[in-house]
């Protein structure tokens, strides 16, 4: 679509370092021949702001392809996704940000029902990958909990592998950004592919995006498992959260998500 867009995706092929352009409709331009797709949203049921339906006409009016939805530790949302998707003009992919042992994160693609929660990595990754989903590393490099570091990265490979990693969220400096994609150089084989996704909780799906040869999820998940996507940040404009937003984000992540994980591991019910 963009003979500039293109060669930049040739020339990075797993991060872009300049932003996707928008037209003027607000949409992504992506690379001829190629979508760009969401991997990291939250909605209401954890702790977003918006619907799974607001993601979708988000996505949709930004020019996305593709908008998984990946709630802390539950994917009723994302099933529920799954069956409106269609009729809010988008594709969707089932997805699971989940909490592991030591209280790192590990997001689930492609999955079909919840991942148990507080289990070893090299665990949570088998247990995705046992019902046929993509395991990727989230968010690593952030200074906050939930976020890993190059060593921990480095004792999980001596005991898995991964299918991706995400290269770049909307929370990641520039600077810890440069040492990630340095990582990532020396350990792409046991890694997998380039991932960027925004971790959306404000109704801001589509500032970070996978960039992928297609415009389908199964085309996505083609790309995903043949390494062909690549990272990049956008030029898309969103509101910034309400004061409102930022306290019913810290109510649902502080109150109610420790209680529905108390739940869970007591009940086994992820609902």
């Known amino acids: 679509m963009n003979e500039d867009a293109q060669n930049q995706a040739m020339e990075n092929p797993s991060y872009r370092r300049d932003p996707l352009a928008v037209d003027g409709d607000g949409r992504v331009l992506a690379p001829a021949g190629h979508a760009a797709a969401e991997l990291h949203s939250h909605t209401r049921h954890s702790d977003g702001t918006r619907t799974v339906e607001d993601n979708f006409a988000l996505g949709r009016a930004?020019?996305?392809?593709?908008?998984?939805?990946?709630?802390?530790?539950?994917?009723?949302?994302?099933?529920?996704?799954?069956?409106?998707?269609?009729?809010?003009?988008?594709?969707?992919?089932?997805?699971?940000?989940?909490?592991?042992?030591?209280?790192?994160?590990?997001?689930?693609?492609?999955?079909?029902?919840?991942?148990?929660?507080?289990?070893?990595?090299?665990?949570?990754?088998?247990?995705?990958?046992?019902?046929?989903?993509?395991?990727?590393?989230?968010?690593?490099?952030?200074?906050?909990?939930?976020?890993?570091?190059?060593?921990?990265?480095?004792?999980?490979?001596?005991?898995?592998?991964?299918?991706?990693?995400?290269?770049?969220?909307?929370?990641?400096?520039a600077g810890?950004?440069?040492?990630?994609?340095?990582?990532?150089?020396?350990?792409?084989?046991?890694?997998?592919?380039?991932?960027?996704?925004?971790?959306?909780?404000?109704?801001d799906v589509g500032r970070v995006v996978t960039v992928f040869p297609g415009s389908t999820a199964t085309d996505l998940r083609r790309a995903l498992e043949s390494r062909t996507t690549t990272a990049a940040r956008t030029q898309v404009a969103y509101e910034h959260p309400s004061i409102r937003d930022r306290l019913q984000n810290q109510q649902r992540s502080l109150l109610y998500l420790p209680y529905y994980r108390l739940r869970a591991l007591l009940t086994g019910r992820y609902r």
Do not use: N
């Open 62 to 173: 930004r020019g996305l392809a593709v908008v998984a939805t990946t709630d802390h530790d539950m994917i009723d949302a994302a099933l529920h996704g799954a069956k409106v998707a269609a009729e809010r003009g988008i594709e969707t992919v089932v997805g699971q940000e989940i909490t592991t042992r030591r209280q790192h994160h590990i997001v689930g693609l492609y999955l079909r029902e919840a991942v148990p929660i507080f289990k070893s990595v090299p665990e949570t990754v088998a247990r995705i990958r046992d019902q046929g989903g993509l395991a990727i590393v989230a968010h690593p490099f952030l200074p906050y909990p939930g976020a890993t570091s190059a060593d921990r990265i480095r004792r999980w490979l001596d005991e898995t592998s991964f299918d991706g990693i995400e290269l770049d969220c909307q929370y990641l400096s």
């Open 176 to 203: 810890r950004r440069e040492r990630l994609l340095e990582f990532y150089s020396h350990h792409a084989d046991p890694l997998g592919a380039a991932v960027g996704g925004t971790d959306a909780h404000f109704g």
